[in-house]
C-alpha cells in the first residue's frame, strides 16, 4: 500500500469515522486497543494507559493484560 500525506485535521476525522463504522457493524469487541509504544515513568505517559482511557470514553474496546516479559517469565517460571 502506499502511504497519502493528509491534514491532522483530515486523519483524525478518517479515524473517528472508521472507528464509529466498526463498531456499528461489529461492536465494540472488533475494536483492539493494544500499543507498546513510548513511555515514561509513571501512567501520565503510557501510551497504553493513554490509549484505554481514550477508548473508554469512546465507547469501549479489547485489550490485553500483562506484557512480553511477564508472559516469557510466567512460561519460565
Do not use: C, P
Not at 502506499?2 to 472488533?30: F, H, M, P, S
Not at 497504553?48 to 506484557?67: C, W
Request: hydrophobic share 35%; charged share 25%.
Amino acid at each position: 500500500d502506499e502511504w497519502v500525506r493528509v491534514r491532522y485535521e483530515d486523519a483524525i476525522k478518517l479515524v473517528a469515522r472508521e472507528l464509529k463504522k466498526t463498531r456499528k457493524e461489529k461492536g465494540n469487541q472488533a475494536v483492539f486497543a493494544g500499543s507498546y509504544g513510548w513511555k515514561s515513568s509513571g501512567n501520565v505517559h503510557n501510551s497504553r494507559i493513554l490509549l484505554h482511557r481514550f477508548m473508554n470514553l469512546s465507547g469501549g474496546f479489547v485489550g490485553h493484560l500483562g506484557d512480553y516479559s511477564t508472559g516469557a517469565s510466567q512460561v519460565i517460571m
